[in-house]
């Protein structure tokens, strides 16, 4: 008896240390693939960084890497400065930026979905809506300015709608692709259990096309914040495109490319957020 015991116990040792020893070894593989990402994106910036110098060797206006960064570190150093309308710190404008851009883009979700998802389910709503999606989808966001200014009369107000039509497409375009890649089979087994249209939902519609829906909405906020650096230098209304653009008309070019980096920095940022979204929403719908 005990040395039955004592095997048991041997063996539940062996598979604690082989459990441990995988364990560090998946620890051991990440830590690796993290340093290699991180090598590899510094590789990528130092060729940027080069580059850069050779264009501002060459032009005499282009501020120099090392300019901006000077630049982008005195932006930074006072980030919430408020001393009136056309001077105010980078802070306060990604802030007036951020809010109009998840408010247009929050407009575009709460539209584009459920409409994407009723094209992609019904043939004739697909058939009744196609045409207008496709003619209005080619159309430039900018062009929407002017009829958006004329119906709101405010700028701000104005750059919400232009994010909304920039964000409206991708998101109702891959929510209706999600929602018509439904497999047969399981909208015959939920025709088969009467499902009612909320349970389809719940259970079939939002689990299968979730991903794809992602993907649009990820696809529409890259396209919003490129967008609305264009909108709030046409409107004036203050943001980081119209940083950008008093600087550029004061002749500070490394404040110019401070705010360029700014810019960039954060659409990185909202990328990575959904991106891991993205990801988080494919794995629940593979163990779905």
């Known amino acids: 008896m005990s040395t039955m015991t004592e095997a048991l116990t041997r063996i539940r040792s062996n598979g604690a240390a082989t459990d441990g020893a995988s364990a560090l070894s998946g620890a051991l593989l990440r830590a690796r693939a993290f340093g290699e990402a991180v090598a590899l994106g510094l590789c990528g910036a130092l060729l940027l960084g080069i580059a850069w110098q050779i264009i501002a060797m060459r032009a005499a206006d282009v501020p120099t890497p090392v300019e901006s960064l000077r630049a982008l570190q005195s932006l930074l150093a006072n980030p919430f400065y408020d001393n009136g309308p056309n001077d105010k710190g980078i802070g306060l404008q990604l802030r007036f930026s951020l809010q109009r851009v998840f408010t247009g883009f929050a407009l575009a979700a709460l539209v584009g979905v459920p409409a994407g998802f009723l094209i992609g389910s019904s043939k004739r709503a697909w058939q009744a809506f196609n045409p207008i999606v496709q003619l209005l989808r080619p159309v430039s966001p900018l062009a929407w300015f002017p009829i958006w200014l004329v119906a709101f009369q405010n ?51 939002l689990p299968h096309s979730m991903s794809a829906t992602v993907t649009g909405m990820r696809l529409s906020m890259g396209l919003a914040w490129v967008v609305i650096v264009a909108v709030e230098m046409l409107s004036s209304t203050p943001g980081v495109g119209s940083f950008v653009w008093i600087a550029y008309n004061a002749g500070d070019l490394p404040q110019v490319a401070a705010g360029i980096l700014v810019i960039g920095l954060v659409g990185l940022v909202l990328d990575l957020a959904f991106l891991k979204l993205q990801k988080a929403v494919t794995i629940a719908e593979v163990h779905a």
Do not use: C, E, M
């Open 155 to 205: 700028g701000s107000r104005a750059a919400v709608f232009v994010i909304f039509i920039t964000a409206l497409w991708p998101t109702l375009l891959n929510s209706a692709t999600g929602a018509h890649s439904v497999p047969r089979d399981q909208r015959n087994v939920a025709r088969v259990f009467k499902f009612g249209r909320f349970a389809y939902l719940r259970h079939v519609l």
